[in-house]
């Protein structure tokens, strides 16, 4: 089943523009995950947050992360059209059978020119 | 090689028909991992090896549905009797090992069962 739900589900914004996707889920984590999907170039990795970390960057991205409020945020700066794509958030449990990926359910994100 | 491969890329099987999806991992990759994803939602997780020790199959969805990993390098996930609901995209991920690593990704076989 999926760990949580994406907020929001679709988003379209103009080029240049900032995008921002929020994530919730629902059990302790050990680390929390972005990826980017899109049809060409299946699921890519963007981001890992640690769960004692706050917030992360990574070029144009910046990930927050709230253990208190099982949730994280995706932050896309000066959005191109090329990041038009699925982004899901991904958690990775605790030791103990936890070495899987449990994914959200996605934000289709279209970047419009 | 650079990534994960797998194939075929495209599938279509008969409804009662069995298949194999491979999977071939980037060398020295510790951990394999199929997920199941259904048209318009985020990957589910079907199974995870460790070298050739499978430690999880808790998402395996029924008993027609087998993954194994002999050598510890390349994996197959055999579907039996596929039946219309077995239709998704199958994807592969490794990784080096370790809670704190990244996950790479194939690009998929979509399974079709018509």
């Known amino acids: 089943s999926q760990q949580g739900e994406e907020d929001p589900q679709a988003l379209s914004i103009q080029e240049g523009e900032n995008a921002t996707m929020n994530c919730s889920y629902k059990t302790s984590i050990n680390n929390l995950q972005w990826y980017r999907q899109n049809s060409g170039r299946g699921l890519v990795h963007l981001i890992l947050?640690?769960?004692?970390?706050r917030e992360k960057h990574s070029g144009r991205l910046r990930v927050t992360l709230d253990t208190s409020k099982k949730s994280s945020s995706l932050l896309i700066t000066a959005s191109r059209a090329a990041d038009t794509a699925s982004y899901f958030c991904?958690?990775?449990?605790?030791?103990?059978?936890?070495?899987?990926?449990?994914f959200g359910t996605g934000t289709q994100l279209k970047v419009e020119l | 090689g650079a990534g994960v491969s797998q194939s075929p890329r495209y599938k279509v099987a008969k409804r009662g028909q069995d298949v194999a999806l491979r999977c071939d991992p980037i060398?020295?990759?510790?951990?394999l991992f199929w997920y199941q994803q259904a048209l318009g939602q985020g990957p589910e997780f079907l199974t995870y090896f460790q070298n050739e020790a499978q430690l999880d199959k808790s998402g395996l969805p029924s008993d027609r549905f087998f993954a194994e990993r002999p050598e510890g390098s390349v994996s197959t996930l055999k579907i039996q009797r596929t039946q219309q609901e077995d239709s998704a995209v199958y994807l592969c991920a490794s990784q080096k090992g370790g809670l704190s690593t990244e996950a790479f990704f194939g690009q998929g076989t979509r399974l079709t069962v018509v």
């Open positions: 060398s020295g990759h510790v951990s």
């Open positions: 991904a958690t990775r449990g605790l030791t103990g059978g936890g070495n899987k990926l449990t």
């Open positions: 947050i640690r769960s004692n970390e």
